[in-house]
């Protein structure tokens, strides 16, 4: 095996960098600026918080500026075309960037999902835009299967590359008592994975398109990969998905929500296999191959079907959510995939990413897309529980005296999260003569205030509706599962008159007690084996224990929608008794709500103690 030269390896670098100057420029700079923002302190990141908008930006630059000179070459444009092509994508980006958030960190998740929903479009672009058209069917395959390929290789080698250096660095700290930052690692993270894996996936697509279409070679290790591997796992769970359904006929029940997802990705790996195998199915010895595909998506006929029917069952109780509302769309668009190969003479495989690529676009923006559908149909619903309840009279929200029913109030609770979470709260703010953006809250005792995060300010929403705030299941419901909350992380801790800190004590059923040097004292700390609570003792005098009151902190948190990142005065505990004074700080703590018997599963805090005689 002849290796190649560094020339070689030079002069295939600038190839690659005249070829595709736009895409591995956004690379560049989208690793650059990742590194600058791993190393900037913590407490400046919210001066540069557009740096993000760029940074997402130049990301979706990749795929674009990858895209553009690949269309070019396939319909031979000059450079000039090729050029102008790119400087309009440029200022579609810009446009895009002045469309984001100005802040991307504590907005709602939407501008998030829309995100991806435009990196998914984008790499299908990739893959089928220098091939739009009729023909070339072989060279689109030949295509595709070198994209995929590469971007394999181009992970394995990045992967061993970053794990080499970082063995590297690992070494020089312990051998040589350099002191090597954590964030350097993931830095170095950073720089491979955006720079030498795109610029080495970059290298490896074809140059000369034209001719894929003359090519004719199929990968052994890809077919024995698809035909022993990928379509046994798809029949496998072919079977299990109708017997599934033949349990459903006959207990006459609803299907399970999740089994809409199961039914996508079954039917996308099936698809998959099917689309790797495309080129050899006309080969005598395969002929097989033809056969099972026809039969495979009449297969999926009572599949799609199930998907639909049990999306519907969920949007039908619980409404839209931009969840819901792609499950349903992806549902669609399988629906006519299946009924485009069963019909179709011509089985025209460019379908399946182009139409995709189209979808993804289509859901993202306007009063069908997936934001305003669900948006509106959660509003409704909120509307309706508001009215149902008096909350909501003449356009405006009054505090109610009548009991609101549990079902309801944790519909509700769940509605404001999701709406807060996900969308914001600017359609429901003109029924509130508050500025939802700005809540406020007591603190301390001389009853200053603070503004609420984004995340605090359901629950405030429901107290200014009258009702109480939560998320738990219905009573009866039986054993939940444990809530995991944690707090902002916090370098420091105002240790007022107390006289010792205990670091990071950590309670779990393994190691339910811990035993800790206080000065002259050995302190206990242990969970209490019958009640949701830690007691803090000296050694050898268990029974004269203090509380620290984790049950009270339970109540809280029970409230909580979101669970972490909680602000620190919100994890913190505090108790005394003639002989102990004592302060926990949470950094995180497991709970489990049982009815009566709720428990502390684990936690970790630190400790501010005093003891007073």
């Keep these: ?55 997402f930006v130049l990301v979706l ?43 991307l960190d504590g907005a709602p998740s939407e501008p998030l999902l829309r995100y991806i929903l435009y990196f998914i479009a984008l790499h299908l672009v990739v893959a ?25 290789t181009a992970v394995l080698f990045s992967g061993v590359l970053f794990v080499g250096l970082a063995v590297a660095l690992g070494s020089i700290d312990v051998l040589f008592g350099v002191d090597i930052e954590g964030d350097l690692y993931l830095q170095l993270f950073v720089l491979i994975g955006g720079i030498f894996n795109t610029w080495f996936f970059l290298a490896g697509i074809p140059s000369s398109l034209q001719q894929l279409d003359a090519m004719h070679a199929y990968p052994k290790g890809l077919k024995v990969f698809t035909q022993h591997i990928l379509l046994p796992l798809v029949i496998v769970y072919l079977v299990i998905l109708y ?39 006309e080969q005598v010895e395969n002929r097989w191959i033809k056969r099972f595909s026809r039969s495979y998506f009449r297969a999926l006929i009572p599949l799609v079907i199930l998907l639909l029917l049990a999306i519907w069952v969920r949007i039908n109780e619980y409404g839209i959510t931009v969840n819901r509302y792609f499950v349903l769309v992806l549902g669609l668009w399988l629906a006519g995939v299946v009924g485009y190969f069963i019909l179709s003479k011509t089985e025209n495989i460019k379908v399946v990413p182009a139409s995709l690529a189209v979808v993804a676009f289509l859901i993202s923006f306007g009063p069908w897309g997936a934001f305003s559908v669900a948006e509106r149909s959660q509003v409704n619903r909120l509307q309706h529980f508001a009215r149902e309840h008096n909350l909501l009279k003449e356009g405006t929200i009054h505090q109610t005296s009548e009991a609101v029913p549990f079902e309801d109030r ?49 629950q405030k929403i429901a107290e200014l509706m009258g009702i109480e705030y939560t998320l738990s299941p219905r009573p009866g419901e039986g054993v939940t599962p444990a809530r995991y909350f944690s707090a902002t992380p916090n370098r420091s801790l105002a240790v ?13 059923p393994d190691t339910p007690s811990d035993t800790l040097q206080a000065g002259n004292y050995r302190v206990v700390v242990r969970i209490a084996p019958d009640s949701l609570n830690i007691l803090l003792s000296l050694e050898g005098q268990q029974e004269r224990a203090l509380n620290l009151g984790v049950d009270t902190l339970a109540i809280r948190l029970f409230q909580n929608a979101q669970t972490t990142d909680l602000p620190t005065e ?42 007073t005689r």
């Excluded at 220098?130 to 995929?148: D, I, V």
């Excluded at 953006?437 to 603070?450: A, C, I, K, M, Q």
């Excluded at 302060?583 to 005093?610: M, P």
């Design 1 to 55: 095996m002849k290796f190649p030269s560094l020339e070689h390896i030079v002069k295939q670098s600038f190839s690659t960098l005249s070829r595709f100057p736009f895409a591995i420029a956004s690379a560049i700079s989208a690793a650059l600026l990742a590194v600058y923002l791993i190393a900037l302190p913590h407490q400046q990141l919210e001066g540069v918080s557009f740096l993000y908008n760029v940074l």
């Design 61 to 103: 630059g990749i795929p674009l500026f990858t895209a553009l000179p690949l269309v070019g070459e396939q319909h031979r444009w000059g450079g000039t075309t090729v050029m102008i092509a790119s400087t309009a994508g440029a200022a579609v980006l810009l446009i895009y960037y002045f469309l984001l958030p100005a802040a």
């Design 128 to 152: 089928i835009a220098p091939f739009w058209g009729k023909g070339n069917m072989n060279g689109f395959w030949q295509y595709n299967k070198t994209l995929f390929l590469r971007i394999l």
């Design 243 to 281: 017997l599934y359904t033949g349990k459903i006929i006959l207990q006459w029940s609803w299907p399970e929500g999740w089994v809409a997802y199961l039914v996508l990705s079954f039917s996308v790996a099936g698809i998959l296999a099917l689309l790797l195998l495309h080129p050899i199915r």
């Design 410 to 458: 944790r519909e509700i609770s769940s509605i404001l999260h999701y709406l807060n979470s996900t969308h914001g709260l600017e359609r429901i703010q003109p029924w509130f003569e508050q500025d939802l953006s700005s809540l406020t809250t007591s603190v301390g005792e001389n009853d200053s205030t603070r503004v609420l995060a984004r995340h605090e300010r359901p």
């Design 496 to 508: 007022d008159e107390f006289d010792w800190l205990l670091r990071d004590i950590h309670l779990r």
């Design 570 to 611: 919100r994890m913190i505990t505090e108790t005394s008794n003639d002989r102990w004074s004592a302060r926990a700080y949470f950094h995180n703590i497991s709970l489990k709500e049982e009815g009566s018997t709720d428990r502390l599963i684990s936690a970790q805090f630190d400790l501010l103690l005093k003891l």
